[in-house]
């Protein structure tokens, strides 16, 4: 549900790309807080942690991460399923059989 | 006067009158000595403690001096009567075969015994329509017995007055049982202290609390264990400078601590604003203050007509009005919004906390208006020679 920081940039994760570059920023409440805006704070935040390379490196990891998977799937020897001798009727004759009581 | 709160006593001889003014007596004082010892006992220890924190001296003769200062609080009201805070008079009226009573004055506990005396029964009367419990025979009767008894008003009544000449002296005896209980003192001791050295409400409860004793008894009242009593040396700083002085000291040990607290953990009091920032992705997040929400509970938050309000576990973590309606248009599109929480006076981590919050629409305006639109058709719209048709057709 919540997640609390305990490094500088901790809760900062890909969520927060788009607010590198903010559409909109509306300021509600305390019309007399001009510097030091949360809103303010959060975007140089963001920001900070963009310019630093910090999504890059979160795309980079997500990579490496699917890289690393898509090995391991490849190395396992695929059986095929085994069968257990269930036949599917084909499509049109269970349709038939669905509307055989309205005759 | 025609007395709607009148009273007629059950007594056919003087030495009913008699019995029944004794019983009323006695409950009476029972009420003034309950009412006058807390008073003194109030006074005895506000003074106590008060010189225990150093900001008056220890009288010689502590129940005397707060029997005179109780007295002096009270003194007698215009028409010469004593304490009227305390006092209770009731006026009585001989009429033919009856005794009419009127109770002239006290407070309300004084009424309560009078009423609950046996013999006494309500039988007021006052031009007027009569009240339905009364019956008109009765009504009549007690109108004569009135006009008869007070002819003019102020004239010709007598007297039973509880209190006459000064308030009796007490001692602990008649005072212990109504000792100010300990937080109470407290917070007494803790307003002087602030006002005499105006340090600030929590910080004069801790001295408080670290001068007064936490019970009182009579020897604590009599033999105070602080030496004020006594007379000190001039050079030596009176209570209020050593107070001060220590004050002084405790509070800049305080101030560095708390300096280092805040840059550690500098909460807000409440959220009270709050912004709502629309990523260049469309994702929607509110940044408020940092209040130390529960990273384990679900966060709402309610948008209200120019207001949002965040709540965790059904505790109101604060209120934002004059919201931008766009921001509670960019709001009321989501169904969830991450809220960060920023800090943003403490050093190091300034993006302290994300929760995401459920967003919960409570305005009344719009909910109303949504409905009503649909009814509203523009004239020449879509489908509107149709509907004029099939109408007209019904």
Redesign the interface.
């Known amino acids: 549900?919540?997640?609390?920081?305990v490094?500088?940039?901790?809760?900062?994760d890909e969520?927060?790309?788009?607010?590198?570059?903010?559409?909109?920023?509306?300021?509600?409440?305390?019309?007399d807080?001009e510097t030091?805006?949360?809103?303010?704070?959060?975007?140089s935040?963001v920001k900070k942690f963009a310019s630093e390379g910090g999504f890059k490196k979160f795309a980079e990891d997500r990579d490496s991460l699917r890289k690393k998977d898509e090995e391991i799937d490849a190395s396992v020897k695929r059986d095929p399923l085994p069968d257990f001798g269930v036949r599917q009727q084909p499509a049109d004759a269970r349709d038939f059989e669905a509307t055989g009581d309205s005759e | 006067m025609k007395p709607a709160n009148g009273y007629r006593l059950k007594a056919s001889s003087v030495a009913e009158v008699s019995r029944l003014l004794d019983d009323f007596r006695t409950d009476a004082v029972r009420t003034l000595a309950r009412g006058y010892g807390r008073l003194v006992a109030q006074s005895a220890v506000a003074t106590h403690d008060r010189a225990c924190a150093g900001l008056a001296d220890h009288p010689q003769d502590p129940f005397a001096s707060a029997c005179r200062a109780v007295r002096e609080a009270n003194p007698a009201d215009p028409s010469g009567l004593v304490a009227p805070d305390l006092n209770c008079v009731v006026a009585l009226h001989f009429v033919r075969d009856a005794v009419l009573a009127r109770f002239v004055h006290g407070g309300p506990q004084y009424l309560k015994a009078w009423e609950a005396m046996r013999g006494v029964v309500p039988w007021g009367w006052q031009e007027g329509p009569r009240p339905a419990d009364v019956t008109e025979r009765s009504w009549e009767m007690r109108g004569k017995y009135w006009q008869a008894a007070t002819p003019k008003p102020g004239l010709g009544a007598l007297h039973f007055t509880l209190l006459e000449g000064q308030l009796p002296a007490i001692g602990w005896a008649g005072m212990h049982r109504y000792v100010p209980g300990y937080e109470q003192r407290l917070s007494l001791v803790a307003a002087a202290i602030d006002k005499a050295l105006s340090c600030g409400a929590a910080q004069a409860r801790e001295r408080a609390a670290a001068v007064i004793p936490r019970e009182i008894t009579k020897d604590a009242l009599l033999r105070p264990s602080r030496p004020s009593a006594r007379p000190r040396p001039a050079a030596a700083p009176t209570g209020a400078q050593r107070i001060r002085s220590e004050a002084e000291a405790a509070r800049k040990e305080r101030k560095e601590k708390s300096k280092r607290a805040e840059v550690r953990d500098a909460k807000a009091v409440e959220i009270d604003h709050a912004d709502v920032v629309v990523s260049s992705d469309g994702r929607t997040f509110v940044a408020v203050p940092y209040v130390g929400l529960d990273p384990e509970t679900r966060v709402f938050l309610q948008v209200g007509d120019g207001h949002l309000a965040v709540s965790q576990g059904g505790v109101q973590f604060g209120h934002v009005s004059d919201v931008p309606r766009s921001a509670i248009d960019a709001l009321r599109l989501c169904r969830t919004v991450v809220m960060v929480e920023v800090d943003g006076k403490g050093g190091g981590r300034l993006l302290r906390a994300k929760h995401v919050a459920i967003v919960s629409d409570i305005g009344l305006a719009e909910g109303l208006k949504v409905p009503l639109g649909a009814f509203k058709r523009n004239k020449g719209g879509r489908g509107a020679e149709e509907m004029a048709k099939w109408e007209s057709g019904q």
């Open positions: 549900m919540g997640e609390r920081a490094t500088e940039a901790g809760v900062i969520t927060f790309a788009g607010l590198a570059e903010p559409a909109e920023i509306h300021r509600a409440g305390r019309p807080i030091g805006r949360p809103g303010d704070v959060l975007v935040e």
